[in-house]
């Protein structure tokens, strides 16, 4: 049995691996709130999703990019689902596949009736690449609310923090600097619980 854990806040009393998805007709059967976390590979999706589920090792890490090339869903609570979606742009895999990729992920963002929202990170350090930005702006386009997090914020110090905070709001045209977070540290994840919880809510209507 699972023991129940607080992480920002939040109380996970379970959280369990449903299952992995290649294509959209094999969506997990229970129709719960979905929240997609999406950004470059090695952006740290999956360990924020460890760490938002007070888990050590539930969703695999990464030791090479590019690790997470399905959609898998994690159920918890018994009330909604994290989404945990392979990295955006990865340089290894062909040019081909990598469409084909970006189009698999843009038609489970457009079809997906009970997605409520998506966590989109960059990496604090590298404050967004242009790959983000056209991911980004091509997902606002299916109307699906999206929340652009910064990672990794134990690998930075005070003044390449502000000026990328800075760099990124511009770069994505977000009305507030963006959350940041550390997985590793365990830094932001009570903000962004938060932020979970209304999207799921349905406080963001999508
Ligand atoms: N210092 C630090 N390292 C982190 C943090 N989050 C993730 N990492 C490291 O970054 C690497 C990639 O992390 P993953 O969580 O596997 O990244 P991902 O975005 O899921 O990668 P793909 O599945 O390849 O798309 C691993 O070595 C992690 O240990 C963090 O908050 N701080
Ligand atoms: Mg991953």
């Known amino acids: 049995m699972r023991q129940e854990r607080v992480v920002g806040g ?20 229970e129709r719960l709130p979905q929240v997609a976390f999406l950004g470059r590979s090695n952006v740290g999706k999956s360990s924020l ?13 990464s030791g090479s ?3 997470t090339r399905e959609l898998n869903f994690f159920k918890i609570n018994d009330a909604f689902y994290f989404v945990d979606l392979p990295g ?9 596949k990598r469409d084909a990729m970006a189009e698999s992920i843009r038609n489970y963002v457009e079809k997906s009736e009970d997605l409520k929202g998506i ?31 910064a990672s990794k914020k134990d690998k930075v110090g005070q003044a390449e ?46």
């Not at 369990?16 to 290649?22: L, P, Q, Y």
């Not at 000026?163 to 009305?175: A, D, M, P, R």
């Open 10 to 29: 939040v109380t996970v009393f379970s959280a369990e691996f449903v299952k992995s998805s290649v294509d959209l007709k094999d969506l997990p059967e």
């Open 49 to 61: 999703l460890n760490a938002l589920m007070g888990e050590k090792a539930l969703v695999k890490v």
């Open 65 to 67: 990019p590019g690790k």
């Open 88 to 96: 955006v742009g990865y340089a290894k895999v062909s040019i081909t």
């Open 119 to 149: 966590i989109y990170l960059v990496d604090i350090r590298h404050g967004g690449h242009d790959i983000d930005v056209e991911t980004v702006n091509s997902l606002r386009e299916t109307g699906c609310p999206i929340l652009v997090v």
């Open 161 to 206: 923090l502000s000026k990328n905070k800075k760099l990124i709001q511009e770069k994505f045209g977000l009305v507030n600097p963006p959350l940041v977070v550390s997985s590793v540290k365990k830094i932001g994840l009570d903000s962004l619980w938060a932020e979970i919880l209304s999207s799921v809510a349905g406080t963001h209507a999508k």
